[in-house]
């Protein structure tokens, strides 16, 4: 079972991975970057719709007959949006699948997080939780140094779709071969059938409050930067298929960041300084890199007439970037896992879908709108 779930993991990782390479490639080659911010307003209504819906069906639906239905629509609509785009490369059909790649995505993880929780008890599925950390960043790993390699035989940039597709499809067999051991924990489910409202919890708790707060503001800094990263990026890569071969490169190395910062930073800064550390490293470092990178452009140019100051503006959000991202998925991450343990076990998995989903496509629409 544990083999199968971490494998499950890196064929999800692959499917992140593709889907953001070709949905952002696909994007800014054929739109300005205001297009993204526009594209971030309509995922985040959408991630909110789907989520909430994904919310209310768990409680009505089996975990395992719902976590198979939900990887299944998942499969279908990216190999519907990859169909789609053979069919016709039009502009709309691009702008679709940009706003679908935060929601599926979503949704992808709800189950695999789901579907290990009920498996596991809480001692095992904190070893398992921190292989499967690693299986996804092995899977973004793989498939982000595969598409440069795959674009020098003529790959083209919207026939990464198919792999996404490919590999949530094979996560989704391993899926069904798991819902037998998901039938032994059924009856648990249906003996707490009715929990309490996620936006009441909200509303009445100020320790849950708090949390949905950072969380939001956390998403919402981590947007900012990366739509002025990829703004940035447009200018110096035009072209889709040059756009997915950088953003290959670019990703694989993140991912190859985050391992070490999961490895070696975060267990080094939770053991010596303690939980207060880890949670203000990532909003210390982020503001560092982001007032330097506004003195550079300030005073060297931002665009691509400033040939040097532009190239050290763009090095700049790339680290930003860099830390942004790794640190978020490898330092807060973790530290919410701690944070979420006194919180009581009924409401705990509720709560955590509500942060990954509505939580966090609430901060999107919001960044968009920004």
């Known amino acids: 079972m544990v083999s199968m779930l971490l494998t499950q993991s890196v064929f999800l990782g692959i499917f992140i991975g593709a889907f953001d390479i070709a949905a952002h490639s696909l994007l800014l080659s054929n739109f300005d970057e205001?297009?993204?911010?526009?594209?971030?307003?309509?995922?985040?209504?959408?991630g909110i719709?789907?989520?909430s819906?994904?919310?209310w069906l768990r409680r009505r639906v089996q975990f395992r007959n719902f976590a198979l239905i939900n990887l299944v629509i998942v499969s279908a609509l990216t190999l519907f949006l990859w169909s789609a785009l053979i069919f016709s490369a039009a502009k709309w059909i691009i702008f679709i699948v940009f706003i679908m790649l935060g929601p599926l995505n979503i949704l992808?993880?709800?189950?695999?997080?789901?579907?290990a929780?009920?498996?596991?008890?809480?001692?095992?599925?904190?070893?398992?939780?921190?292989?499967?950390d690693t299986g996804l960043i092995l899977g973004i790993t793989i498939i982000s140094f595969s598409i440069p390699l795959l674009l020098t035989f003529k790959l083209q940039s919207h026939n990464i779709l198919l792999l996404s597709a490919s590999s949530v499809i094979v996560a989704t067999i391993i899926q069904s071969l798991i819902s037998t051991a998901l039938s032994q924990v059924a009856a648990d489910e249906e003996q707490h059938p009715e929990k309490p409202s996620l936006f009441v919890v909200f509303r009445e708790d100020p320790?849950?409050?708090?949390?949905?707060?950072?969380?939001?503001?956390?998403?919402?800094t981590l947007f900012f930067i990366q739509y002025s990263f990829m703004a940035v990026t447009k200018e110096q890569f035009p072209v889709a298929e040059a756009m997915a071969a950088f953003l290959g490169l670019f990703t694989g190395s993140m991912m190859i960041l985050t391992l070490f910062v999961k490895m070696f930073i975060f267990p080094y800064f939770l053991h010596n300084h303690g939980l207060r550390a880890c949670l203000l490293i990532s909003p210390v470092f982020i503001a560092v890199f982001a007032m330097l990178a506004i003195a550079i452009g300030l005073s060297m140019g931002y665009t691509p007439e400033a040939t040097s100051g532009f190239m050290i503006f763009f090095l700049l959000l790339a680290v930003s970037r860099l830390i942004s991202k790794s640190l978020k998925e490898?330092?807060?991450f973790p530290s919410f896992k701690v944070i979420y343990q006194?919180?009581?076990?009924?409401?705990?998995?509720?709560?955590?879908?509500?942060?990954?989903?509505?939580?966090n496509e609430v901060a999107v629409l919001f960044s968009g709108l920004v």
């Open 330 to 332: 490898q330092v807060e």
């Open 49 to 51: 719709i789907l989520t």
């Open 53 to 55: 819906i994904y919310s």
């Open 108 to 115: 992808a993880l709800l189950v695999f997080w789901g579907t």
């Open 34 to 46: 205001k297009m993204m911010a526009r594209g971030y307003v309509v995922s985040g209504i959408a």
């Open 117 to 132: 929780d009920r498996l596991f008890p809480l001692r095992q599925g904190k070893k398992l939780f921190r292989h499967a």
């Open 342 to 359: 006194p919180i009581d076990k009924k409401l705990r998995p509720e709560l955590q879908s509500g942060m990954v989903g509505i939580v």
């Open 207 to 220: 320790y849950i409050r708090s949390i949905a707060i950072f969380a939001a503001l956390s998403v919402l």
